[in-house]
């Protein structure tokens, strides 16, 4: 696995916004975009645990490839308008609204109820592992849209960091994508300040 992909942050709470934070430091030029070639899509499928380690290598043709890869940034950017905007207290952006909804409505076609041994259970249908995980995130998204609480979607305070996460904290203060990154960046900052540090 990629260094890019591994060292990668599953902070956001929902596959939809840790899919959407494969982009970090969105207000810095550049930002920092870690699914770079078809291949980090599925290795952060693995990541995230939404693929297994053999489904990762289930790859078809190198077109194939390109457009499954085109498909996934272009899900991944409507997800973060549509949260983004929500995160600062707007309604969704129209058209970031609408290809987030053809794309769950898509997800939700795929599905199948199957007989097992436990009983009747539900499943994606799609036989390429990589649109079945899209699939997934699409239908976190819709799910959160629908049944999450806008008020507990935010963007991480660090300056430039651009994460999104579900705070779930009892009183909703949480501030920062992790504590430990953005919340130590933060606090080193302000002793510079105390300090008179450049």
Known sequence: MPARIAGLSLVGGDPALDFANTVSWRAADPADDRLLEPGDLAWWGVHSGLLLAGEAEAFGSEAEDRER????????????????????????????????????????????????????????????????MLARIALAAGDLLLHGDAARIKTCAGAECGYLYLDLSRNRSRRWCDMADCGNRAKVRRFRAREGDP
Do not use: C, K, M, Y
């Not at 991944?76 to 600062?88: D, K, M």
């Not at 969704?92 to 609408?98: E, H, N, S, T, Y």
């Open 69 to 132: 890869f085109h498909e996934a940034v272009a899900l991944r950017e409507t997800i973060h308008e549509v949260f983004a905007a929500l995160a600062e207290g707007r309604p969704p952006p129209a058209g970031a609204l609408d290809r987030l909804s053809r794309a769950w409505a898509r997800a939700q076609g795929s599905r199948r109820l199957v007989a097992g041994p436990d009983g009747v259970r539900g499943e994606l249908a799609a036989a390429d592992p990589i649109r079945r």
